[in-house]
């Protein structure tokens, strides 16, 4: 599926479906280049579930959580891993318990796309906006955003 993002209005009600249907134990894994709109879709996300304030990019940090949400979330950027076995070092099963991850560059923390619960997004720049080609999980068949 195609999901046309021609300005940031598109992206936050993109991001608002997705909020909707989230639930625990979800990946929504967010891939394409630098500036490819990853972040924005993450705070939209975020933002829709109920978070007021700042949503830092987590380049530096890695994770961060949001527990005070309907449905709490771990917002990461595995961009720094070297490896994926890092993840383990982070407690990043951990942070998972009873949270929806949103993944920025989830190849370098080994994927999740063979998860049934990973809503995959490969974000591509088309003139001035985006594109989003969207690849459901076999637990998103039944609530696509
Ligand atoms: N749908 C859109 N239409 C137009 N501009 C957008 C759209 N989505 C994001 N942008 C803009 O693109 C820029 C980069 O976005 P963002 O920081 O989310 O990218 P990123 O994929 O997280 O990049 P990085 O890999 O560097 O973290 C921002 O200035 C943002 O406002
Ligand atoms: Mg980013």
Redesign the pocket.
């Known amino acids: 599926m195609t999901v046309d993002?021609?300005?940031?209005v598109?992206?936050a009600s993109f991001g608002r479906r997705i909020a909707k249907v989230l639930q625990a134990g979800d990946v929504v894994a967010?891939t394409?280049?630098?500036?490819?709109?990853?972040?924005?879709?993450?705070?939209a996300i975020i933002a829709a579930l109920g978070h007021r304030g700042e949503v830092p990019?987590p380049?530096f940090t890695i994770l961060e959580t949001y527990d005070d949400l309907q449905q709490p979330v771990v917002h990461a950027?595995f961009?720094r891993l070297e490896r994926p076995e890092e993840t383990v070092e982070l407690g990043l099963d951990d942070y998972r318990s009873g949270a929806a991850l949103i993944a920025?560059?989830p190849d370098r923390a080994g994927g999740f796309s063979h998860e049934p619960g990973c809503l995959s997004i490969a974000?591509e720049t088309v003139g001035?906006?985006?594109r989003a080609i969207v690849e459901p999980g076999a637990d998103w068949l039944e609530r696509m955003p």
């Open positions: 993002l021609p300005d940031l598109t992206m967010l394409g280049g630098l500036g490819a709109g990853k972040t924005t879709l993450a705070r990019s380049t950027d961009y920025e560059w974000l001035d906006g985006r």
